[in-house]
T-cell receptor, first 112, second 119 residues
Framework: SQQGEEDPQALSIQEGENATMNCSYK?????LQWYRQNSGRGLVHLIL?????REKHSGRLRVTLDTSKKSSSLLITASRAADTASYFC????????????FGAGTRLFVKA | GAGVSQSPRYKVAKRGQDVALRCDPI?????LFWYQQALGQGPEFLTY????????KSGLPSDRFFAERPEGSVSTLKIQRTQQEDSAVYLC?????????????????FGPGTRLLVL
């Protein structure tokens, strides 16, 4: 079973618009990461946010973390067609052994 | 520099056949992970190696799945007597440092995956 749940499952926007994806998880975590996966390829790490951080930026990416609600959001600003991909959040539970647990992902489609 | 590589990229197997999937991690990376990704889903953890030691195999779905990393670098995931439900993409990832149980998570670098189809 997967801990992270992303919503929406799919998102279609126009180039230049912002895209927001949300992730919820179930247990206490040490940190949360977001990954991108282009069709038919491996995952690429985007950003890591630690459990004692509330917000983090990297280029056009903004991630927030609310540990009281066990949720995170990923905002991509000024989206580009090249941002079309699936986006996954991943967590390691405090008592989760060595596992990294991924959500089911949000499929983002950016129309040129 | 070279990233994580996996071979074969595609594998078609007849039900009941044994398969072996190879992962070459980034040189010097201590940690190695295997994941199974079904169509339209996120990766599901299978097993974790710290160098040659398999510290967590809790995600392996049955005793038909076996993984090894005998010299602490290349790893092989073997599936015996494949079943149709084994059809998925198998991803390998490596990270520089070791993980502590429940501890901080290092960035994982993923390979392109092996797409397994069992007929």
């Amino acid at each position: 079973s997967q801990q992270g749940e992303e919503d929406p499952q799919a998102l279609s926007i126009q180039e230049g618009e912002n895209a927001t994806m949300n992730c919820s998880y179930k247990t206490s975590i040490n940190n949360l990461q977001w990954y991108r996966q282009n069709s038919g390829r491996g995952l690429v790490h985007l950003i890591l946010i630690r459990s004692n951080e509330r917000e983090k930026h990297s280029g056009r990416l903004r991630v927030t973390l609310d540990t009281s609600k066990k949720s995170s959001s990923l905002l991509i600003t000024a989206s580009r067609a090249a941002d079309t991909a699936s986006y996954f959040c991943a967590t390691d539970a405090v008592t989760g052994g060595f596992k990294t647990i991924f959500g089911a992902g949000t499929r983002l489609f950016v129309k040129a | 520099g070279a990233g994580v590589s996996q071979s074969p990229r595609y594998k078609v197997a007849k039900r009941g056949q044994d398969v072996a999937l190879r992962c070459d991690p980034i040189s010097g990376h201590v940690s190695l992970f295997w994941y199974q990704q079904a169509l339209g889903q996120g990766p599901e953890f299978l097993t974790y190696f710290q160098n040659e030691a398999q510290l967590d195999k809790s995600g392996l779905p049955s005793d038909r799945f076996f993984a090894e990393r005998p010299e602490g670098s290349v790893s092989t995931l073997k599936i015996q007597r494949t079943q149709q439900e084994d059809s998925a993409v198998y991803l390998c990832a490596s990270s520089l440092d070791s993980r502590s149980s429940g501890g901080s998570q290092e960035t994982q670098y993923f390979g392109p995956g092996t797409r397994l189809l069992v007929l």
